[in-house]
């Protein structure tokens, strides 16, 4: 809440300072003229095209979830490489260097497409099986609407904000501010909506209830926001260093200070997924626990049930991210083409702008799929004798134990490699 009214009042204040420049004659309103007439109509257009393909890329994976992990995976390399090369194409040296970015981002991406492709049948499986509840509450997505509704508005007045924070002290760091604001505030709304449709799948698959989504989407607006809030702070930054202990996880060699840094790394990621992980919204809806105690509770669970392994494999998140990427790269191949024919000079800025606006709105709208999913393994953690749960993961569990079929794990102990 303090940063809400910190953010609301330093938005207020610089859309009025834009006002202030556009009344006084001089630089400042030449300036603001130009990014009123060549940047607030583009991201503007990226805010709406965002918000368009996230329900179309929702409403896709509902109905064609096989078809839908296959194309998010190969798309998303698709459209940020060509995105990264229209940006070459202009040849400036600004957007040649984000072109650069946008070709090592696809093709990372492109190799995290082939290393996933075992785990992809068992992904589309449980995609598939968790979606089924959907229908059955018809209003599920009005939440997702008033979000995407509510995000629209606010990143109107936000760009206002930036376009008035040239005519204030320091314009670079109130302007990176406002990204990082902008960046917790989204994915608070995102977990808004991931708590509310956790919280009527949760109780479908319990107690067999037919929730009212309204009421669900309340309570995550007051009982569990503190909890949203929280999590939206660090679930991002745990992910990251999943990656890295994964990294670390594959050295190989005789350099014993990345074997030390590899040492620390893991402690630190066996501490930290007990006390904070994604997969504790569903009990925070369900139960309203608070965020730390409803993480560890839930990996207490998975680890009882020998589920670590398959939910740290978990293609969910990454499809959901790379269904952002894949609007965020649209999002620049057409923001892009647009400034670069009206006003060359802001492309570059127009370009990474209209990426990071299409990923966060986007986002928003594929937290319906992510909580269906988490629901899924949390609630069949709780009760897999439930009717509703089908054979899938005791068999993707005996496979694995059989060594019939292998996954890298995230690690959450120290190898025997490190040990003392």
């Excluded at 839908?68 to 957007?95: D, E, K, N, Y």
């Excluded at 049948?121 to 968790?130: E, G, I, N, R």
């Excluded at 990082?180 to 608070?188: F, G, N």
């Amino acid at each position: 809440m303090v940063h809400m009214i910190a953010a609301i009042g330093l938005v207020c204040f610089l859309v009025y300072k834009g006002i202030q420049g556009l009344l006084e004659a001089g630089e400042a309103q030449r300036k603001e003229k130009r990014l009123l007439k060549y940047f607030l109509p583009q991201v503007e257009a990226a805010s709406l095209l965002s918000i368009t393909l996230a329900f179309v890329w929702q409403k896709a994976m509902r109905m064609w979830p096989i078809f839908m992990v296959h194309f998010v995976l190969w798309g998303s390399f698709v459209l940020t490489l060509s995105a990264g090369i229209l940006l070459i194409c202009f040849q400036r040296p600004a957007t040649d260097g984000v072109g650069v970015v946008f070709i090592m981002f696809a093709i990372g991406n492109g190799l995290y497409s082939c290393w996933v492709t075992p785990r992809i049948k068992f992904c589309t499986k449980v995609l598939t099986k968790s979606l089924e509840p959907v229908p059955k509450f018809g209003d599920l997505n009005r939440p997702t609407y008033l979000t995407l509704a509510a995000g629209f508005l606010w990143m109107s007045l936000w760009i206002l904000a930036v376009i008035g924070a040239i005519n204030f002290y320091f314009p670079p760091l109130i302007i990176m501010a406002l990204v990082l604001s902008m960046a917790w505030v989204t994915e608070v709304m995102r977990n808004v909506v991931n708590l509310t449709v956790s919280r009527v799948i949760a109780l479908y698959y319990l107690r067999g209830m037919q929730s009212s989504t309204q009421f669900c989407f309340q309570r995550a607006l007051s009982v569990n926001l503190g909890s949203a809030c929280l999590g939206s702070l660090f679930v991002p930054a745990i992910e990251a260093l999943r990656i890295v202990a994964r990294g670390l996880n594959l050295l190989e060699g005789e350099d014993e200070f990345m074997f030390c840094c590899a040492h620390c790394g893991l402690k630190i990621m066996d501490s930290i997924f007990k006390r904070g992980n994604g997969w504790a919204y569903v009990q925070i809806a369900t139960y309203g626990k608070s965020f730390v105690k409803a993480s560890q509770d839930t990996w207490e669970l998975f680890q009882k049930r020998e589920m670590e392994s398959i939910v740290d494999s978990d293609m969910t998140s990454a499809i959901c991210f790379l269904t952002g990427v894949c609007s965020g790269s649209i999002c620049v191949i057409v923001v892009g083409a647009w400034t670069f024919s009206v006003y060359p000079n802001f492309t570059a800025t127009l370009a990474l702008l209209s990426a990071y606006v299409g990923y966060l709105l986007t986002r928003i709208a594929m937290a319906l799929p992510h909580a269906c999913v988490s629901s899924y393994y949390v609630c069949y953690a709780e009760n897999p004798d439930n009717r509703l749960f089908d054979k899938t993961i005791q068999e993707r569990i005996n496979s694995i134990k059989t060594d019939r079929d292998c996954i890298v794990p995230t690690p959450r102990s120290v190898p025997s490699r490190f040990a003392r």
